[in-house]
């Protein structure tokens, strides 16, 4: 297995060519600290997350970890499903430290640092919560536009708000704020989509007033104010009566950042291109997409692709191509990645159908046993259950009895008759089988449907917030809202991180925003 120390590493990431710069550690121990252009790729989930950001197996890939070796494993494994060019960083993270180079905490943290060169960049306007809660009150000419997921909206909102996630924004504003004199105000929970919803709308020309919350709900909730819960206002579904006029909007600005207008044609020879690795995003709303998308391509809505891109863009230096129906959204979303550093984004008109449909993952060896909810029910006072969902999923709702685990990292189990090993969808659930029958010596079986269809089905849940313990969640990285103790002086660390993140930038050296990498 090829090894390279830090100094090669850093010449890889400041060079031309493409780069997948992959952490095997799990999302809580990535996020406690990592290299700027670090990706996350926990072992646990490596079948489903490796191939989702690998599209190309013959792509440069450095594996990274914290130098205790779980690097060298993910690394065997990225060799077995038929990578190339895999080499695995001298030290981890450590050695990267003692070479003098700079260290990141927190997730998504490229995306997150433009979010606050973007505010210092534009100068972005904002408002303090106290002062929009006192507008509110007055009935004040405005609207509150939440630019996060509709499932973050639907769990706390700002009173008055609308979910309107920010690749929506400029798309739908024209419906939403039609007279000019409407004050727009958008949130989100902190910082980054706040920013780059309000700047998407500024970018965009529109002649209303914009600013964002400063600090979003998290600044809400640190003010004594109160947020709503189970709020379902959204924006009307459908094409907007004004999507001529987004159009125009986001053209002027997807132009003036450089952004490549390609037809079916060009996507498709970009598609039989072997020698370059290729992401096929469809920015719509969700809905939209499962009504129809173009084979091959993959669900990234735009607002959440530019404040999350290491979610779904794992290779520096790769093609990206954005589509939608009327061209706006993939325009917007493709002008702020031209802006973060993305070289060769490109918008393909006209391309929503067609496509090459990427090969399915092979199965993690022979077929699994199964077993159904009903049979479950029947046998759960005889069974240990391994649920290996997210940490802060199980808490939100588990089989009674449950053990949570992360597969990584499984503990021995008690003895039980029988064994059965289940996740939201139940596709982690069949890839943790074999590592569950070394250990037990046992069978396991696979619940089919996972926990989705254990709740679909009626079927009693447990919830527990104190299980795991903050401690115990190496799988994700706890936001502030996600712990059990310490919430408000959580919300103000993370506060106070994200706002030095463009300090920490300039002392890395490896990031140029406002242009093309």
Known sequence: MKTIDAKTLRGWI?????????????????????????????????????????????????????????????????????????????????????????????????????GEWVEHHYGTESVDAP??????????????????????????????????????????????????????????????????????????????????????????????????HGKTSRFAPGTPKTADLAHQRASAFAAETGVRTIGPNQLA???????????????????????????????????????????WVGVRGARVVLLCDTGARSRMSAAWLRLMGHQDVFVADGALTGGTARPAAPEPGAAVSTIDVSGLAAILADTAVIDLARSVEFRDGHIPGAIWGVRSRLKPLKAAKHIVIASPDGEAARLAVPEVQAQTGKEPRVLAGGTDAWKAAGQPIEKNRLIPADEDCIDFYLRPYDRNS????????????????????????????????
């Not at 989930?45 to 599209?55: D, H, S, T, Y």
């Not at 958008?186 to 989509?193: K, L, S």
């Not at 096929?280 to 735009?302: I, K, M, T, W």
């Open 131 to 228: 002062e929009l809660d006192a507008w509110i009150r007055s009935g004040k000419n405005m609207v509150v536009l939440d630019s996060r997921t509709e499932e973050e909206f639907n769990r706390m909102s700002i009173p008055s708000g609308i979910s309107v996630p920010g690749g929506e924004l400029v798309y739908r504003i024209g419906d939403l704020a039609p007279d000019p004199e409407t004050l727009v105000v958008v949130n989100c929970a902190g910082r980054t989509r706040s920013i780059l919803g309000a700047e998407s709308l500024r970018r965009a020309g529109i002649p209303n007033k914009v600013v964002a919350l400063r600090n979003g709900t998290m600044g809400w909730d640190l003010a004594g104010l109160t947020c709503e």
């Open 486 to 517: 310490g919430v408000e002086e959580a919300m103000n660390a993370y506060l106070s991180w994200e706002i030095d993140l463009v300090h920490e930038i300039e002392r890395d050296g490896t990031v140029r925003f406002g242009t093309g990498h």
């Open 269 to 311: 020879a970009f598609e039989a291109d072997p020698s370059r690795t290729l992401y096929v995003l469809d920015v719509r709303d969700p809905p939209e997409y499962r009504a129809g998308h173009r084979a091959g391509s993959v669900n990234a809505p735009g607002g959440q692709l530019v404040q999350a891109t290491d979610t």
């Open 14 to 114: 400041e060079d031309s060519h493409e780069l997948a710069l992959l952490d095997a550690r799990e999302d809580g121990e990535f996020g406690a600290e990592h290299l700027f252009w670090a990706v996350p790729c926990g072992m646990a989930r490596r079948e489903i997350r490796g191939r989702a950001l690998l599209p190309r197996t013959g792509t440069r890939i450095c594996v990274t970890d914290d130098g205790r070796g779980v690097a060298q494993e993910l690394a065997a494994w990225l060799e077995g499903i038929g990578c190339t060019d895999v080499s695995v960083l001298q030290g981890g993270t450590k050695a990267w430290m003692a070479a003098g180079y700079v260290v990141f905490s927190g997730m998504n943290v490229p995306s997150k640092a433009f």
